[in-house]
T-cell receptor, first 117, second 115 residues
Framework: KAGVTQTPRYLIKTRGQQVTLSCSPI?????VSWYQQTPGQGLQFLFE???????NKGNFPGRFSGRQFSNSRSEMNVSTLELGDSALYLC????????????????FGAGTRLSVL | GDSVTQMEGPVTLSEEAFLTINCTYT??????LFWYVQYPGEGLQLLLK???ADDKGSNKGFEATYRKETTSFHLEKGSVQVSDSAVYFC??????????????WGLGTSLAVNP
């Protein structure tokens, strides 16, 4: 079956702009998580959506937001972009069934690389 | 809070050499431990996992044993190939700390295998 699809693959924006990234999970998966990957900070958890509701949230400012649609596709929005937002943004999907993450393996997309100039 | 520490890279080996990538963790609860691999231009793939102490995860010739006494989950492979060149990430998911639905990551270790 098709994997996790993230679009676009690359984005270039300028400071102050906003951006929307998209993630289509594996068919049948209801949970979508977002991560930010930077060379200095590594991978950091942004938030998780399950059945259109935010279920878990990391320690990012309110400029970072997301949503999930009824077909489980998710979007992430970053407003008022800053230079430090330049990163690879990864989306991961899982079945999202109740229980620990070890029983709900996350499958990752190839990511969207955002460059803020 | 919970954290994962990995050995810094890059690690450069010749083909058929033995690989060890160290990973230690700090967790308040009972974490599950994971190794993910990221090949150039691709997303992360789960390599192996272990959910309780003394469990050994294995896949594609890679192994890691969950050592609670040393809070470690070192990745090993007996004979690496050029195709193993990638970045390897150690991660944990901590059930009892309310973090059971997110992964906490190490910074990654880049591995380059020369023919």
């Amino acid at each position: 079956k098709a994997g996790v699809t993230q679009t676009p693959r690359y984005l270039i924006k300028t400071r102050g702009q906003q951006v929307t990234l998209s993630c289509s999970p594996i068919s049948g998966h209801r949970s979508v998580s977002w991560y930010q990957q930077t060379p200095g900070q590594g991978l950091q958890f942004l938030f998780e959506y399950f059945s259109e509701t935010q279920r878990n949230k990391g320690n990012f400012p309110g400029r970072f937001s997301g949503r999930q649609f009824s077909n489980s596709r998710s979007e992430m929005n970053v407003s008022t972009l800053e230079l430090g937002d330049s990163a690879l943004y990864l989306c991961a999907s899982s079945s999202g069934l109740a229980g620990a993450l070890a029983k709900n393996i996350q499958y990752f997309g190839a990511g969207t690389r955002l460059s803020v100039l | 809070g919970d954290s994962v520490t990995q050995m810094e890279g890059p690690v450069t080996l010749s083909e058929e050499a033995f690989l060890t990538i160290n990973c230690t963790y700090t967790a308040t609860g009972y974490p599950s431990l994971f190794w993910y691999v990221q090949y150039p231009g691709e997303g992360l793939q789960l390599l192996l996992k272990a959910t309780k102490a003394d469990d050994k995860g294995s896949n594609k010739g890679f192994e890691a044993t969950y050592r609670k006494e040393t809070t470690s989950f070192h990745l090993e492979k007996g004979s690496v190939q050029v195709s193993d060149s990638a970045v390897y990430f150690c991660a944990l998911s901590d059930l009892n700390a309310g973090n059971n639905r997110k992964l906490i990551w190490g910074l990654g270790t880049s591995l380059a295998v020369n023919p």
